[in-house]
C-alpha cells in the first residue's frame, strides 16, 4: 500500500514535472504591421506547436515600418555589446534596410544553406538588400507590392505610367492622394517610383554604384513632384488612402496590395475597387526572417523558418490566408494551390505585368537623398 | 486654502534627525526622477551637440532649422491657438457653470463636459480622423441641415483638425480646474454685482475672471505644455506638410536612425516649453509668497 502511493507521488510528480521541463519557448519578434504578428500567432505558431511538442511560439511585434527594424536592431545591437551569451531573440521578422544593418554589425547567422527550403527561394532579394550583400542571412518570408488602387467608376482608364499620371492630376484636380514621406511606406514607395520614372536614372538607383553628386538630378525631378502635389490630396497614412478611397473622396492613390486585399477579403473596402501597377513601376518589398547571432533556440528557430517557408505554408498561410505574394518561387506555391485561390492574387496585376514593373526600393543611400530631398525641395 | 500645488512647500522640519529622515523618505522617489527622467534628458541635450565623431558641432541645428523652420512656426501657430481658443471655451463653461440660473442645464453640462477628460489623445486622433474627413460625419450632418453644399464639403484634416482635436480633448481639462477655482469664491461679490443690475456677462468678466486668473493661467499653460508633446494627434490627422515637430522627431528617427537631429529638435521643442515652464514657476512662486 505504502509503495503503491510512493507510486502514485512518484508517477504524478513526472506527470507534472515533464511538459514544464520540456517546455521551451521559441521567441518571435516581428517588425511590421498588426497582421504579421497575427500571422504568427494564429497561424503558424500553433501548426508549429502541434509538430514540435513541448514547444511554446511567442510572437512580439515592434511596429510597422523600418522602425520596427530599427527597434529589432536596437534591442540586438544592446546585447551585443553588453557580451551576453545567449541573445533572448530566436528569430526575427524584419524589413531589407534593418537586416542590411544587421549583417554589417555581424547580429545575424548565417542558416540559409543549413535547411531544406533555403533552395527553394529564386528571387535576388534573397541575396540582395537595397544594394547589400545579405546571401545567407535572409529568407524573404513574403513580398509585397505597392501599387495604384482605383475607383473603375470615376476612372475608366488608370494611368498607365507617371507621364500619363501627372497628365490626369491636372484635367483631375484632387482625385489623386498619397501619404508623402511621413506617414507610411506607401506614400514614401510613390514618391520613389516617382524619382526612378522622372529622373532617367532607375536602373542606377536599384543597382549603385551609389554616386552622392547625383543628388542635383534626383531633386530636379522632386522640383516636378512639387509641382504635382499642387493637383493631389494628402492623406493621413497608408491606411488613410483605403480611408478616403472608400469614402469616395479620392479616385486613385498609392497603396500597398496585400493591405488593399485583407481589407477586401474583410469587407472593409468598396469591391469595386481595383489595381493597377503604372511603367516603369512602384517598389515593393520583402519581410526576411532572419537569426540572432547568439539566438539561444538557434536549431529549433531553423526548423521553424524550414517550416515557414515549405510550400504548403506558403501558399495556405501567405499567399490564400494573408493575401501576400509568395517569399520562395511561385512556382512550388502555385501548385499546391487551387487556381482559383491563386488567380485571386493575380486578377488585376498579371505576373507579367508584376515582374516587369514590381520594382525593388532604391539602394538605402539613395533611399536617403531621396526622402531627405523630398523635405528640402516639395516640403519647402 | 491649501490646495495640491501648494502641498510641495513646506516648512522644514526642525531638528536635524528629521531632516534626515525626510531626505531618506523623499530619496526612492528623487532616484527614480534622476534615472529615468534627468540622466535622459542630459544625454539627450549632449547628443543634439555631438558630431558623429564625437566633438562639438551644431550643425544638427543648421540641418534642424534648414528642413524644419516651417514646422517650428507651425507648431508654436497650432498651440497658441488652441490655447487661446481652450481659454475661450473653458471661461465660457466655467462661467455658465458658476453664475447659470437653469439649475437643470449647469447639471447637464457639468455632466457633460468632462468626458474628453477620459479619452485619450490617439482616439481623439481617431474619432476626428472620420468625423472630420471630407465625407464624414459632420458635412454629413451640415449637408444634410441644409447649411452647406454638398460641393463645398471639404476635408478639415489639416490644421484645423488638429485644433479642434487638441480644444475638444484639453478644454474639459481647463475648464475643471476654472470652474474649481469659481466655485470657491465668495458668493457675495457675485450676489452684490447683480443686485446693482450688473448682468450675468459683465459680471464674469469684471468680477469673477480677475479672482481666478491665475488657475487659468496655470491651466492654459499646463496645456500649452501638454499639446507640443503630443504625437499621435498630428500623426493620426496630418502628418504631412507642414506639421507638428513631434511627427518630424518621430520622422528622424525611424526613417534615418537620426537621433542627432531628432535629439536637436526636441532641444528646440523643450525652448518653448521652457517658456511655459518660467511662467508656471513665476506663478507658483508669487501664490507661495502670498499665502
Given at each position: 500500500?505504502?509503495?503503491?502511493?510512493?507510486?502514485?507521488?512518484?508517477?504524478?510528480?513526472?506527470?507534472?514535472?515533464?511538459?514544464?521541463?520540456?517546455?521551451?519557448?521559441?521567441?518571435?519578434?516581428?517588425?511590421?504591421?498588426?497582421?504579421?504578428?497575427?500571422?504568427?500567432?494564429?497561424?503558424?505558431?500553433?501548426?508549429?506547436?502541434?509538430?514540435?511538442?513541448?514547444?511554446?511560439?511567442?510572437?512580439?511585434?515592434?511596429?510597422?515600418?523600418?522602425?520596427?527594424?530599427?527597434?529589432?536592431?536596437?534591442?540586438?545591437?544592446?546585447?551585443?555589446?553588453?557580451?551576453?551569451?545567449?541573445w533572448d531573440v530566436d528569430v526575427a521578422v524584419v524589413h531589407q534596410r534593418g537586416a542590411a544593418t544587421m549583417v554589417d554589425e555581424k547580429l545575424l547567422m548565417p542558416y540559409r544553406n543549413d535547411i531544406a527550403a533555403g533552395k527553394l527561394v529564386s528571387r535576388d532579394t534573397?541575396?540582395?538588400?537595397?544594394?547589400?550583400?545579405?546571401?545567407?542571412?535572409?529568407?524573404?518570408?513574403?513580398?509585397?507590392?505597392?501599387?495604384?488602387?482605383?475607383?473603375?467608376?470615376?476612372?475608366?482608364?488608370?494611368?498607365?505610367?507617371?507621364?500619363?499620371?501627372?497628365?490626369?492630376?491636372?484635367?483631375?484636380?484632387?482625385?489623386?492622394?498619397?501619404?508623402?514621406?511621413?506617414?507610411?511606406?506607401?506614400?514614401?514607395?510613390?514618391?520613389?517610383?516617382?524619382?526612378?520614372?522622372?529622373?532617367?536614372?532607375?536602373?542606377?538607383?536599384?543597382?549603385?554604384?551609389?554616386?552622392?553628386?547625383?543628388?542635383?538630378?534626383?531633386?530636379?525631378?522632386?522640383?516636378?513632384?512639387?509641382?504635382?502635389?499642387?493637383?493631389?490630396?494628402?492623406?493621413?497614412?497608408?491606411?488613410?488612402?483605403?480611408?478616403?478611397?472608400?469614402?469616395?473622396?479620392?479616385?486613385?492613390?498609392?497603396?500597398?496590395?496585400?493591405?488593399?486585399?485583407?481589407?477586401?477579403?474583410?469587407?472593409?473596402?468598396?469591391?469595386?475597387?481595383?489595381?493597377?501597377?503604372?511603367?516603369?513601376?512602384?517598389?515593393?518589398?520583402?519581410?526576411?526572417?532572419?537569426?540572432?547571432?547568439?539566438?539561444?533556440?538557434?536549431?529549433?528557430?531553423?526548423?521553424?523558418?524550414?517550416?515557414?517557408?515549405?510550400?504548403?505554408?506558403?501558399?495556405?498561410?501567405?499567399?490564400?490566408?494573408?493575401?501576400?505574394?509568395?517569399?520562395?518561387?511561385?512556382?512550388?506555391?502555385?501548385?499546391?494551390?487551387?487556381?482559383?485561390?491563386?488567380?485571386?492574387?493575380?486578377?488585376?496585376?498579371?505576373?507579367?505585368?508584376?515582374?516587369?514593373?514590381?520594382?525593388?526600393?532604391?539602394?538605402?543611400?539613395?533611399?536617403?537623398?531621396?526622402?531627405?530631398?523630398?523635405?528640402?525641395?516639395?516640403?519647402? | 486654502?491649501?490646495?495640491?500645488?501648494?502641498?510641495?512647500?513646506?516648512?522644514?522640519p526642525p531638528g536635524g534627525r528629521g531632516r534626515w529622515a525626510a531626505i531618506a523618505l523623499v530619496a526612492p522617489a528623487l532616484l527614480v526622477v534622476g534615472v529615468f527622467f534627468v540622466v535622459p534628458l542630459l544625454l539627450s541635450a549632449v547628443g543634439a551637440f555631438r558630431a558623429?565623431?564625437?566633438?562639438?558641432?551644431?550643425?544638427?541645428?543648421?540641418?534642424?532649422?534648414?528642413?524644419?523652420?516651417?514646422?517650428?512656426?507651425?507648431?508654436?501657430?497650432?498651440?497658441?491657438?488652441?490655447?487661446?481658443?481652450?481659454?475661450?471655451?473653458?471661461?465660457?463653461?466655467?462661467?455658465y457653470l458658476t453664475l447659470g440660473e437653469n439649475a437643470r442645464a449647469v447639471a447637464i453640462l457639468r455632466w457633460l463636459y468632462r468626458w474628453p477628460l477620459f479619452i485619450p489623445f490617439v482616439v481623439a486622433g481617431q474619432i476626428m480622423r472620420t468625423f472630420l474627413a471630407k465625407?464624414?460625419?459632420?458635412?454629413?450632418?451640415?449637408?444634410?441641415?441644409?447649411?452647406?453644399?454638398?460641393?463645398?464639403?471639404?476635408?478639415?484634416?489639416?490644421?484645423?483638425?488638429?485644433?479642434?482635436?487638441?480644444?475638444?480633448?484639453?478644454?474639459?481639462?481647463?475648464?475643471?480646474?476654472?470652474?474649481?477655482?469659481?466655485?470657491?469664491?465668495?458668493?457675495?461679490?457675485?450676489?452684490?454685482?447683480?443686485?446693482?443690475?450688473?448682468?450675468?456677462?459683465?459680471?464674469?468678466?469684471?468680477?469673477?475672471?480677475?479672482?481666478?486668473?491665475?488657475?487659468?493661467?496655470?491651466?492654459?499653460?499646463?496645456?500649452?505644455?501638454?499639446?507640443?508633446?503630443?504625437?499621435?494627434?498630428?500623426?493620426?490627422?496630418?502628418?504631412?506638410?507642414?506639421?507638428?515637430?513631434?511627427?518630424?522627431?518621430?520622422?528622424?528617427?525611424?526613417?534615418?536612425?537620426?537621433?542627432?537631429?531628432?535629439?536637436?529638435?526636441?532641444?528646440?521643442?523643450?525652448?518653448?516649453?521652457?517658456?511655459?515652464?518660467?511662467?508656471?514657476?513665476?506663478?507658483?512662486?508669487?501664490?507661495?509668497?502670498?499665502?
Open positions: 500500500m505504502k509503495f503503491r502511493m510512493l507510486l502514485s507521488v512518484a508517477a504524478l510528480g513526472v506527470v507534472t514535472a515533464a511538459p514544464a521541463a520540456a517546455q521551451t519557448t521559441l521567441n518571435v519578434v516581428s517588425a511590421g504591421d498588426q497582421n504579421m504578428v497575427d500571422y504568427v500567432n494564429n497561424y503558424l505558431g500553433p501548426k508549429f506547436e502541434q509538430m514540435n511538442p513541448g514547444v511554446k511560439v511567442r510572437a512580439v511585434g515592434t511596429g510597422p515600418g523600418d522602425s520596427g527594424s530599427q527597434k529589432i536592431y536596437e534591442k540586438l545591437s544592446a546585447q551585443q555589446k553588453a557580451g551576453s551569451a545567449t534573397a541575396k540582395n538588400a537595397l544594394g547589400a550583400n545579405v546571401d545567407g542571412y535572409v529568407l524573404p518570408m513574403f513580398h509585397s507590392q505597392i501599387a495604384f488602387a482605383y475607383n473603375p467608376d470615376l476612372v475608366k482608364t488608370p494611368p498607365k505610367s507617371f507621364t500619363e499620371l501627372n497628365d490626369w492630376v491636372k484635367k483631375n484636380p484632387k482625385q489623386f492622394g498619397y501619404n508623402g514621406v511621413k506617414g507610411g511606406m506607401s506614400g514614401v514607395g510613390f514618391v520613389m517610383g516617382w524619382v526612378a520614372a522622372n529622373s532617367g536614372m532607375g536602373e542606377k538607383l536599384e543597382k549603385g554604384p551609389y554616386d552622392p553628386n547625383a543628388k542635383a538630378t534626383i531633386e530636379k525631378s522632386l522640383a516636378g513632384l512639387k509641382d504635382f502635389n499642387q493637383y493631389v490630396v494628402m492623406t493621413p497614412g497608408n491606411a488613410g488612402t483605403l480611408d478616403m478611397l472608400n469614402r469616395g473622396e479620392i479616385a486613385m492613390g498609392p497603396v500597398w496590395v496585400d493591405m488593399f486585399y485583407t481589407w477586401m477579403a474583410d469587407g472593409k473596402m468598396n469591391p469595386k475597387v481595383k489595381l493597377a501597377l503604372p511603367s516603369p513601376g512602384l517598389p515593393g518589398q520583402p519581410m526576411y526572417y532572419v537569426i540572432p547571432a547568439k539566438a539561444a533556440n538557434a536549431a529549433l528557430a531553423k526548423k521553424f523558418i524550414d517550416f515557414a517557408e515549405s510550400p504548403e505554408v506558403q501558399a495556405d498561410g501567405i499567399v490564400k490566408q494573408f493575401n501576400w505574394y509568395p517569399g520562395i518561387d511561385p512556382q512550388y506555391v502555385q501548385s499546391k494551390m487551387e487556381p482559383a485561390a491563386w488567380n485571386k492574387l493575380f486578377t488585376d496585376i498579371s505576373p507579367a505585368d508584376l515582374s516587369k514593373n514590381g520594382r525593388p526600393f532604391p539602394l538605402s543611400q539613395y533611399f536617403t537623398d531621396i526622402v531627405e530631398g523630398y523635405e528640402r525641395v516639395v516640403l519647402k | 486654502m491649501a490646495t495640491l500645488a501648494d502641498g510641495a512647500i513646506v516648512s522644514a558623429p565623431g564625437g566633438g562639438f558641432t551644431l550643425a544638427h541645428f543648421d540641418k534642424s532649422l534648414e528642413l524644419y523652420t516651417k514646422d517650428l512656426i507651425f507648431t508654436v501657430a497650432i498651440v497658441a491657438l488652441s490655447t487661446l481658443l481652450i481659454a475661450l471655451v473653458a471661461i465660457l463653461i466655467a462661467g465625407n464624414g460625419m459632420l458635412n454629413h450632418v451640415l449637408i444634410g441641415a441644409g447649411l452647406i453644399e454638398p460641393i463645398s464639403a471639404e476635408s478639415m484634416l489639416d490644421w484645423r483638425g488638429i485644433v479642434i482635436a487638441f480644444v475638444w480633448k484639453q478644454a474639459p481639462f481647463v475648464t475643471l480646474l476654472l470652474a474649481g477655482a469659481m466655485a470657491s469664491l465668495e458668493r457675495q461679490h457675485i450676489e452684490a454685482a447683480r443686485n446693482l443690475g450688473a448682468p450675468r456677462w459683465r459680471v464674469l468678466i469684471d468680477i469673477v475672471l480677475p479672482q481666478v486668473r491665475g488657475t487659468l493661467l496655470v491651466g492654459l499653460v499646463l496645456s500649452f505644455v501638454t499639446m507640443l508633446s503630443v504625437l499621435s494627434v498630428p500623426l493620426m490627422i496630418n502628418p504631412n506638410s507642414p506639421t507638428m515637430i513631434t511627427v518630424d522627431v518621430a520622422y528622424r528617427i525611424n526613417t534615418f536612425a537620426d537621433y542627432a537631429v531628432a535629439n536637436a529638435l526636441c532641444l528646440l521643442s523643450l525652448l518653448l516649453a521652457a517658456f511655459g515652464a518660467a511662467f508656471y514657476l513665476r506663478h507658483a512662486v508669487q501664490r507661495a509668497e502670498d499665502t
